[in-house]
């Protein structure tokens, strides 16, 4: 018999989870893009403003579902989350309309990449205190191990399987695996017992903020256009690659090959990041996050060289693994974690909603002839902005103490 400490549990809990989250994320549903539009005969236009759509009434949804984890049970949640994403992928396998497809995209979207991830994410911002960088940085590891795995491997399922037995199989993996895993290592936890109670008290405790005061906070908003710049212009940049590519003059398979680089420095950012928000705290490194992605627009506006794409993605690499670590830790250093469940609803809301409208933005950019470099002018200029009113609002940031 295994016999595990609860901080180790937990963050197995967290990485699997994780892990599991990328069935609903964008760079694994796009690789059933080819087999369903083909299928279905709709064109990438129709697809892209089916799931844009499909993924802003996930967010609407999940505002309200994300925010129940603070009224139950951590383990009970979890069995809820388990089933909904059992469900989902097995429904996808049915996919014979767009109709279907839109409601498909929805599941996903919802259970996949929101409740999937909102729960290991929120369990771990609960539950770890002094080292909850590096747990977040090691939990989060979980989908940089999917991005390396999944996209060669389902590839590969796809030339020997249909596309829907593959979902069928991913069904039955959810089903099978994922309850042994919570009832091994969540089954005796709850948010009382913290990593606070097994190790030494913390010095300061401080105010724990409810949703409804949290949205009357300008350091929300002010933090958020921060958090958002990466979801948003990201997703835009990787829907939209084959504009990118076609318009700098690079080979078809240069961006796909330059995520190797993306996929290799998120990593090192996401394991140095944990370790830093601990020595640190997350309020002093938010202004820096975003740089990277800057100067990823800048390498985008000025180079057309087919080395670029690989500086260019290594860049957003580094925003990216600052990103996932942050946009976790943040709003538990903040706003306290008594509330954190319903605060992260709302958060991931936000994140899934720009990601939709990120895709909606670049296409109507591209429809009335923006360029490449035109794009990267508007995302660059939008970033600068959000970290400058950030560091104005900087000395704001500090959470309210409680006195002993």
């Given at each position: 018999m295994?016999?595990?400490?609860?901080?180790k549990k937990i963050i197995i809990f967290g990485f699997i989870f994780t892990f599991f989250s990328s069935f609903g994320q964008s760079f694994f549903l796009g690789l059933f893009n080819a087999p369903i539009r083909?299928?279905?005969?709709?064109?990438?236009?129709?697809?892209?403003?089916?799931?844009?759509?499909?993924?802003?009434?996930?967010?609407?949804?999940?505002i309200w579902v994300g925010k129940k984890i603070d009224d139950f049970r951590l383990l009970n949640y979890s069995f809820f989350v388990i089933i909904t994403l059992f469900l989902s992928t097995l429904f996808f396998s049915f996919i014979n309309s767009i109709y279907l497809l839109a409601v498909g995209i929805f599941?996903?979207?919802?259970?996949?990449?929101?409740?999937?991830?909102?729960?290991?994410?929120?369990?771990?911002?609960?539950?770890?205190?002094?080292?909850?960088?590096?747990a977040l940085s090691t939990i989060w590891f979980g989908m940089s191990t999917a991005e390396f795995i999944f996209p060669v491997l389902i590839i590969y399922f796809l030339t020997i399987y249909s596309w829907r037995s593959v979902w069928q199989g991913i069904s039955i993996i959810v089903i099978v695996i994922l309850p042994l895993i919570i009832n091994f290592t969540i089954k005796k936890i709850n948010f009382e017992s913290r990593e606070d109670d097994l190790e030494e008290k913390p010095k300061t405790k401080i105010r724990s903020w409810k949703r409804t005061e949290v949205l009357k906070d300008?350091?929300?908003?002010?933090?958020?256009?921060?958090?958002?710049?990466?979801?948003?212009i990201f997703t835009g940049m990787a829907v939209y690659q084959s504009f990118i590519s076609d318009s700098k003059l690079w080979e078809v398979y240069t961006i796909p090959k330059a995520f190797m680089v993306f996929s290799i420095t998120s990593i090192i950012t996401l394991f140095s990041s944990g370790f830093l928000v601990d020595k640190f705290t997350s309020r002093k490194l938010i202004p820096i996050m975003n740089i990277p992605l800057l100067l990823a627009m800048v390498v985008l506006f000025y180079s057309k060289q087919e080395i670029s794409?690989?500086?260019?993605?290594?860049?957003?690499?580094?925003?990216?693994g600052f990103g996932n670590i942050l946009g976790s830790s943040t709003w538990a250093e903040i706003y306290g974690v008594k509330y954190i469940g319903s605060i992260k609803a709302l958060t991931t809301a936000f994140m899934v909603f720009s990601t939709a409208l990120g895709t909606a933005v670049f296409g109507v950019l591209i429809d009335k002839g923006f360029?490449?470099?035109?794009?990267?002018?508007?995302?660059?200029?939008?970033?600068?902005?959000?970290?400058?009113?950030?560091?104005?609002?900087?000395?704001?940031?500090?959470?309210?103490?409680?006195?002993?």
């Open positions: 295994i016999n595990l400490s609860l901080n083909n299928e279905l005969g709709i064109t990438h236009g129709q697809f892209g403003s089916i799931y844009a759509i499909a993924t802003i009434f996930s967010s609407l949804l999940f599941l996903m979207r919802f259970s996949g990449q929101g409740l999937m991830g909102h729960t290991s994410t929120t369990a771990i911002s609960r539950y770890f205190d002094k080292s909850r960088g590096r300008f350091r929300f908003y002010i933090i958020s256009s921060n958090m958002l710049a990466m979801p948003w794409a690989y500086f260019f993605l290594g860049l957003i690499g580094i925003s990216n360029t490449i470099e035109n794009i990267a002018f508007i995302c660059g200029t939008y970033i600068i902005i959000s970290i400058s009113i950030l560091v104005l609002f900087r000395k704001t940031l500090e959470p309210i103490k409680l006195e002993n």
